[in-house]
């Protein structure tokens, strides 16, 4: 157990001091502050029905858990079992104060991974400035406003990975996208930018 241990302490902690690195310096967006994104699955109740990113069940549990928080509490989960371990602790003790040590840092490492977020949202990145930019659609967009997907988009010189919604139809990943509108400090909305340039050249009309 001692090399299994061992292993998620290595591992993890390396991923983990890389984020924190990536998330100080600003790059690539919001690191670890948003939940996995799942394709929609099928809530069992006949093939062709599906459960979507926007409703419940296992879908809307999964999509809770961040990138960053696996990442701790395999980190820690491996410190707390060497810990264990060098105490003389039995393999079912290591495992159980493995899991209470996992569990504990990635609470406390979520709110110190959010503390860092907001301070750079507060900072002189503000997303008004995107309104105009071109972007393309990173993660599906749902039409009508149904739903938040994310698009890379260039804000004061910086590509950013960004929430996005849309009240026309469904933009797909790779689609070009103009943005329209902030509606908050990490959304924006969008449209396709082939509905944008006809929308501008008859209105010039």
């Known amino acids: 157990m001692n090399t299994f241990f061992l292993f998620c302490a290595i ?4 991923i983990l001091t890389l984020q924190l690195l990536l998330t100080l310096l600003g790059v690539g ?3 670890g502050g948003e939940g996995l994104d ?3 699955l099928p809530d069992g109740d006949s093939p062709e029905s599906t459960v979507g990113h926007d409703a419940g069940g296992f879908s809307d549990i999964a999509r809770r858990i961040t990138f960053q928080g696996v990442v701790s509490f395999i980190t820690f989960f491996g410190v707390g079992g060497l810990a264990a371990q060098g105490s003389g602790v039995s393999t079912l003790g290591s495992l159980a104060s493995a899991s209470v040590l996992g569990t504990l840092a990635t609470a406390v490492l979520a709110f110190a991974f959010a503390g860092v ?3 750079q949202g507060s900072g002189s990145l503000s997303m008004a400035n995107a309104v105009g930019s071109v972007g393309r659609v990173y993660l599906k967009v749902p039409g009508d406003n149904s739903g938040v997907g994310k698009v890379f988009v260039t804000v004061q010189g910086r590509s ?7 009240s026309g139809p469904e933009l797909r990943p790779g689609e070009a996208v103009v943005v329209v509108h902030a509606v908050d400090d990490r959304t924006l909305e969008v449209v396709s930018q082939s509905a944008y340039v006809a929308k501008t050249v008859s209105l010039a009309d």
């Open 160 to 166: 950013e990975e960004v929430r996005a919604v849309t």
């Open 11 to 14: 591992v993890g902690g390396t």
């Open 117 to 119: 977020r907001k301070l």
């Open 38 to 40: 799942l394709p929609d």
């Open 29 to 31: 967006g919001d690191l």
